[in-house]
């Protein structure tokens, strides 16, 4: 032994060609390093640079509103994004949907032995990216790894919390008969996206995920009509299943008509030849609205304003019906039930 | 969505049921029977119902694939996928088919079992090609439509040597069914199940074209129009049925032309005729034994036979008592007529199999019909606003 003491060198993360392993996950250096060289720079705000197990921080007047969504998506990089910023997305939508203001998000990690390095950088920095762009900053985290074999590459939950301004309120049943009900846009285009990737069903198509923060197009919704009486972001189970959810909370029923939907002409082919309906597929940037008919036209304008709602349109009423049925008036002139998805949605074979 | 609007026009509806309630008779009532579950989806996806007259009834067939397989064979494709090691390969709707004893084969993937979804049988062969020390079985099921395929896979193993391979036979065939319902006691005899047509086979008779159909029409004087899965397919030939019967004719007619000749796909049918031969009877969920109703592997192709290769052995099952389906199947019975229909028996928790595929007869009313049902205060049309762009 010399008896000197060298300045400590730490071998930087290989970002490259490095791994996920265990130590990564031990409460070691490994994770302490892995932890500074990937979120703390990534996420970089004044919260994470305290380096506490939680971040403390004011709100203003008004209730709080908090949120939490995992993501197991595959495959993890899709057209239009990734898990990394789908998790950011997810998470303020459903801050936002409340009406509120979403200001602080946390990330929690489940990370697989053996996940590329190169990966989980591209995920984190662009989820880093998508927090940045919707103003609400990553302020505490947790990461995991569990054994090869016991994950999927990465899991990502993420919890949010946001600030409803007085005198909104904005909830799942408060739908009236005479109400009417909004779309911000193409219903399914999420869904079809990562279809096109799954395997043994790789199709061609230019029809990018959705996904996008939704809480500019409720700032502006709301500044037009605060008398908004329901908000919810169609994602898993689609159109379909938000209306249901609704019409069941609010304890009436809804009659939509098909030719009013926008749906892209791709996502409606796609499904065509896959057995799906476009209704059920899930969205990641869409919105529903149920306002009061007078305000519509006007919430309508104010949607098609902002750049994510260029395609909204008004679908249909709420009505009274004590079996809350969703239907639908076809474009062919008949009349349907818009049901329940049941379990998983799955192709028909002729 | 170019070759798919032109058929779901809502205008030419208007007009197609402008024209059949003109031409309907009101003295008289008008009983159509639709074969295929795909003309069943149809018709309750697009609330047909909404544009017939009263006196125009569509009756359900047994056309459904998943429907008509007996629980007796998915029990079979359970106990295989059970095997060790075993892949076992399926089309989707088969895996929430109830089987004995409360199972399913998603409930069997659930404890373990390997079991893939696929969307062709090409993807069984990739598999077994990619799995070589692992068996890989084919859950082959479906009409006319889906056997042309297997019988592709079947011969692409043989020349590709796959002895991982196999395929468990379950296909079915049209003619035959059509047969056993117009034989059975219900319509012959009794006359409780009055039939006055069919809408016959759209993809089944891309294959096997439409002379299979005229023996029903001489020999049984009931009319048949061969028709697309479109909801305009189904509005016009609902349109030539009404004449035909109004005429006193008795033909076949074709109105999907677009897809169907005569004489159907010759080297789709030398294909089958190459790789299969004629059960001598095979038993449908609903309909019972029924002589000559399905196929199996030729002798030649045996070493691609799941049912020779596991030594399977088939055991009949009795429905659920409870259960309708067969009556359904047959056309005597409607979904709400069923006791558990909608009560134990929805989708989410089939007990029949008609209630599994959004073919199957009581999920296509559970799902698209069902508030005709119950007395539903029932809204103005969507009120005007700008149109979406």
Known sequence: MSGVVRSDYVRPVDFRHGYVDMTHGGGGRAMAQLIDELFVRAFDNEWLRQANDQAAFRIGAGRMVMATDSHVVSPLFFPGGDIGCLSVHGTINDVAMAGATPLYLAAGFILEEGFPLADLKRIVESMAAASREAGVPVVTGDTKVVERGKGDGVFITTTGVGVVPVGIEISGDRARPGDRILVSGTMGDHGVAIMSLRENLTFETTIRSDTAALHGLVAAMIATAPGIRCLRDPTRGGLATTLNELARQSGCGMVIAEQRIPVHGQVNAACEFLGLDPLYVANEGKLVAICPAADADRLLAAMRDHPLGGDAAIIGEVIDDPHHFVQMDTTFGGRRVIDWLTGEQLPRIC | ?389
């Open chain 2, 1 to 389: 969505m170019k070759f798919i609007d032109e058929f779901r026009d809502g205008k030419l509806a208007r007009d197609l049921a402008s024209a059949i309630a003109r031409e309907a008779r009101p003295e008289r009532s008008y009983n159509l029977m639709e074969f295929c579950g795909g003309h069943t989806h149809a018709i309750s996806r697009y609330g047909l119902k909404d544009l017939l007259p009263a006196n125009v009834n569509m009756v359900h067939g047994p056309g459904c694939p998943v429907c008509v397989l007996p629980i007796g064979r998915i029990d079979n494709a359970i106990a295989l996928a059970a095997r060790p090691g075993l892949i076992l390969c399926t089309y989707a709707d088969t895996m929430r088919v109830p089987a004995s004893n409360g199972t399913t084969l998603l409930k069997a993937k659930a404890q373990g079992a390997d079991i893939r979804m696929i969307y062709s049988c090409a993807d069984a062969i990739r598999i077994a090609q990619e799995n070589p020390g692992r068996d890989v079985v084919f859950f082959a099921i479906g009409f006319e439509t889906t056997t042309p395929p297997t019988a592709v896979a079947i011969t692409q193993a043989k020349a590709l040597g796959l002895a991982n391979f196999s395929v468990f036979c379950n296909h079915v065939l049209t003619p035959a069914a059509i047969s056993n319902i117009l034989e059975s006691k219900e319509v012959r005899e009794l006359g409780t199940v009055p039939l006055d047509g069919f809408i016959g086979p759209a993809h089944v008779s891309t294959v096997i074209g439409s002379q299979p159909y005229e023996y029903f029409a001489e020999e049984y004087q009931r009319p048949v129009v061969i028709a697309g899965f479109e909801p305009l397919d189904v509005m016009q030939a609902i349109l030539m049925l009404v004449r035909q019967l109004n005429d006193g004719r008795a033909e076949v007619e074709n109105e999907f032309t677009r897809a169907v000749t005569r004489d159907g796909n010759a080297k789709a049918k030398a294909l089958v005729a190459e790789v299969f031969e004629l059960r001598r009877t095979f038993e449908w969920r609903g309909l019972g034994e029924v002589p000559y109703s399905a196929l199996k592997i030729k002798d030649q192709y045996s070493a691609f036979d799941a049912e020779t290769k596991y030594g399977i052995s088939y055991r009949s099952v009795p429905d659920n008592r409870a259960c309708e389906c067969g009556a359904i199947l047959r056309g005597v019975k409607k979904p709400a007529d069923c006791k558990v229909f909608g009560t134990v028996c929805t989708p989410d928790n089939p007990i029949g199999s008609c209630m599994v595929s959004s073919e199957g007869a009581c999920a296509a009313h559970y799902t698209y019909g069902r508030f005709r049902d119950v007395a539903v205060v029932t809204a103005s049309p969507v009120p005007a606003a700008r149109a979406a762009s």
